[in-house]
């Protein structure tokens, strides 16, 4: 029984010979190459994203200032030799619609990267099922897990956040109070509507929303009240899709080991015939070359799963303590400024934060959100329109039953 590969052949025999060509380019160098770009770029991106500054002699500030300054000025003096003027002014409109508006680009960008990684790994990994560690019932629970995974997705999407609206601007201050620590009574500017405490305007989405965490660019629409429970099921399904996906790469992987007898192989390089006794080494650049695309997919499953169980638990803890990420922020501003006092430090631990009402109560508070479309002031101005438009209706004629009376006249007549 022959495999070919590449420039790699496998030749299992009773004498389990194998032969491998170490001397022409190997075919899992590609993946090498692959891999090693895509954890340079993404680092590099991420550090500069978190720990780049205009201004800094650090590396991730140089690359910053490289990045984000000097390259768009040199693009748009290309641009502008070209183009004329237009070309700058069509680059600073694709940025603004890009990093200042909410868009599509990134919604696309994840339907590419999980349905295209579900896809692949369907391809090469399914004709390997059922084996003697997986069953065909697993083909079935992944896609179950894979419709979750874009059903609750679009669910934190599309669910509105807590808008805050002049209806119910008034209620929501009287649910969420002012602390006069991190949140005092003040006016959004932009919608010029009272800000109730923990919201706070987006200026993507170009609305105040009650109980404000975050702009989640993934779900293109911001985290709040309302849709906070979604998101975070968001990061829990996408969490165990990932873990599924490595768990069956992974098992997948050691079967094709195992049946391909590969730990008792032995290479002989075609060249020098030189015999190899099977290692480690060798067997992965052979499980490289014959399945490198599953292998891909598994690794990148495994590191976002790493990724996404960090967040996920960082996103619990928040709710635990009865907080959000832009409060989070408020608090470690308003702690910094008072630590630069000289009795700063027992300012902080006098802090309290009114909003944390225990760990159950916090985490019933994101499960069971309130509508805040149907407030209590709402509700009473609806019933106020029904009781006006129930006085008008008994004090004018209905025209509906007079027309309809005059239709029972004119049938009885016409029998």
């Not at 649910?175 to 509507?193: A, H, M, P, Y």
């Not at 873990?243 to 050691?254: A, D, F, N, Q, S």
């Not at 891909?296 to 619990?316: C, D, P, Q």
Request: hydrophobic letters at 40%; one cysteine or more.
């Amino acid at each position: 029984q022959v495999w070919q590969s590449g420039s790699i052949l496998v030749q299992a025999s009773t004498s389990r010979l194998c032969a491998l060509n170490f001397c022409t380019p190997n075919p899992s160098m590609n993946f090498y190459v692959i891999t090693v770009c895509y954890v340079v770029v993404g680092g590099l991106g991420i550090g500069i994203f978190l720990w780049g500054k205009p201004s800094g002699n650090s590396c991730f500030d140089r690359l910053y200032r490289v990045v984000c300054i000097h390259f768009p000025r040199i693009l748009k003096k290309l641009l502008e030799k070209c183009c004329g003027p237009r070309g700058p002014a069509a680059l600073d409109w694709l940025w603004t619609y890009i990093c200042y508006r909410t868009n599509p680009i990134v919604q696309l960008f994840y339907l590419m990267v999980v349905v295209g990684g579900y896809l692949t790994f369907c391809a090469h990994a399914f004709p390997h099922l059922p084996n003697k560690f997986v069953g065909t019932n697993h083909k079935y629970s992944g896609l179950a897990v894979f419709a979750g995974c874009l059903w609750v997705w679009w669910k934190a999407c599309s669910t509105d956040p807590g808008t805050v609206t002049q209806e119910n601007a008034d209620d929501l201050c009287k649910i969420f109070e002012w602390d006069d620590q991190i949140f005092t009574s003040s006016e959004c500017k932009t919608c010029e509507l009272i800000k109730p405490a923990r919201s706070k305007h987006c200026a993507l989405c170009n609305v105040c929303v009650a109980r404000f965490d975050h702009h989640c660019i993934w779900i293109n629409n911001c985290v709040g009240l309302g849709n906070h429970k979604w998101f975070l099921l968001f990061l829990f399904m996408h969490l165990v899709l990932c873990l599924y996906g490595c768990g069956m790469g992974t098992t997948i992987v050691y079967d094709v080991i195992l049946r391909k007898d590969l730990f008792s192989a032995v290479f002989v390089d075609p060249v020098t015939k030189q015999k190899h006794r099977a290692s480690w080494l060798i067997i992965c650049q052979y499980m490289l070359a014959t399945e490198g695309m599953m292998i891909f997919v598994t690794i990148l499953a495994a590191i976002m799963g790493l990724v996404l169980f960090g967040f996920f638990l960082w996103h619990l803890n928040l709710v635990r303590i009865g907080t959000t990420t832009n409060e989070l922020s408020k608090w470690n501003w308003v702690k910094w400024c008072l630590k630069q006092e000289e009795d700063g430090k027992e300012k902080v631990k006098q802090l309290v934060n009114i909003y944390n009402k225990g760990c159950r109560k916090n985490f019933a508070e994101v499960a069971f959100p309130l509508d805040v479309h149907n407030l209590p002031s709402q509700l009473n101005g609806q019933i106020k329109k029904s009781e006006a438009v129930r006085s008008e209706e008994d004090n004018n004629p209905i025209k509906g039953e007079g027309s309809s009376k005059r239709k029972g006249k004119d049938k009885a007549k016409k029998s």
